[in-house]
């Protein structure tokens, strides 16, 4: 369920990219964000970075792409958050301290050092190829085609493309640990 709820703005995002146009998508993606995080902190007492951090980047970027009509800052959004995500993970990745994805996961289960650190900067790696990925399909992809339809393209990746890569590298990111978690199978007495 969390998992829709984090979706919220970018599903609304969609619906509404696909009703009206690009500039709509991104007014209600700003107003779905702000909700989203007022409701978090009603609920939870307390804001989660992740929300903060996309709550940020489509505040800035969606302002510019409205006040200034061009598409072209709703689409560097997407790269700014990864890399973002990215520096936040390499700078726990070098500190003598827990590692992002340690402080994150480490209460769900335990793991050597060396694991968190691979599986850190493994996520962080991906953040920016993602971000990479992001602008190759939002500026370089497909030139020769209608704007309209480059938006289209670049809507479905940012949506389903970027869904699917993640489900994916999360698919092998837990295939890899599988073999570092402690058997959990109770012993069978005779």
């Known amino acids: 369920m969390k998992f829709l709820y ?17 500039y709509t998508a991104t007014a209600v993606a700003m107003v779905a964000s702000v909700a989203q995080v007022a409701h978090f902190r009603w609920k939870h007492g307390r804001f989660e970075t992740m929300h903060i951090v996309t709550l940020a980047a489509i505040m800035v970027f969606g302002s510019l792409t409205l006040l200034l009509h061009d598409s072209t800052f709703i689409k560097w959004k997407p790269t700014i958050v990864y890399w973002v ?8 990745q070098w500190g003598r301290g827990k590692t992002a994805f340690e402080r994150l996961l480490g209460a769900q289960m335990q793991l050597p050092r060396p694991v968190w650190r691979k599986m ?6 991906f953040f920016l190829a993602l971000g ?24 479905n990746f940012k949506v389903w493309g970027t ?28």
């Open 163 to 190: 869904l699917v890569l993640t489900f994916l590298f999360i698919v092998g990111q837990s295939i890899l640990l599988a073999r570092h978690l402690p058997d959990q199978t109770p012993p069978t007495s005779r």
């Open 120 to 125: 850190n900067l493994s996520w962080a790696i």
């Open 6 to 22: 984090d979706l919220f703005p970018l599903i609304l995002f969609f619906a509404a990219f696909y009703v009206f146009d690009i």
């Open 132 to 155: 990479v990925l992001n602008l190759y399909v939002a500026f370089w992809f497909g030139q020769e085609l209608a704007e309209a339809t480059r938006d289209k393209i670049w809507v």
């Open 85 to 92: 995500l990215a520096t936040l993970m390499l700078a726990t």
